[in-house]
């Protein structure tokens, strides 16, 4: 939670839909908030899965002085209890990144991709080359004109 390991996975049981983790976390003084952010994601070169736990708003410690995660009043809290659950979302891995990176240079591998690339900084040329010439007139044109008038 907040880029910090608070525990780790006990169990996963995987079914058509849906995946269920449990989790154990390492303290009892650790209080996790209904409203967070809760997604699996892939770390390091050999995909450790982690779970990120991104809580949405400030908790003061006023609230939490007196949960325990154990007793029957926890339910009622904003934080979750013992056996309690909380929906989560994929993160980022790895695997959609190699596959977005592939379609990347596939798209830049693709001849009518420099095709459209030439004609596009062809006509830019052109197009600023003609900027370039009307600006000059248009230098040109007010020089001698404030000339004219400043005699």
Do not use: W
Request: charged share 20%; proline share 2%.
């Amino acid at each position: 939670m907040r880029g910090i390991n608070i525990g780790y996975v006990k169990n996963i049981k995987m079914n058509f839909n849906s995946v269920l983790v449990l989790v154990h976390i390492k303290s009892n003084d650790i209080l996790i908030p209904k409203n967070a952010i809760i997604e699996t994601s892939q770390t390091g070169l050999l995909n450790d899965a982690v779970i990120d736990i991104l809580p949405l708003e400030t908790i003061f410690i006023e609230k939490i002085r007196d949960i325990d995660v154990f007793s029957n009043v926890c339910q009622e809290s904003k934080f979750l209890c013992n056996l309690s659950y909380i929906y989560g979302e994929r993160g980022l891995n790895y695997d959609d990144l190699i596959r977005a990176a592939t379609r990347i240079s596939q798209r830049f591998d693709d001849p009518r991709f420099f095709n459209l690339l030439y004609i596009f900084l062809q006509n830019s040329f052109e197009i600023s080359e003609d900027i370039a010439n009307t600006t000059a007139l248009f230098y040109h044109l007010l020089r001698n004109f404030l000339l004219y008038f400043t005699q």
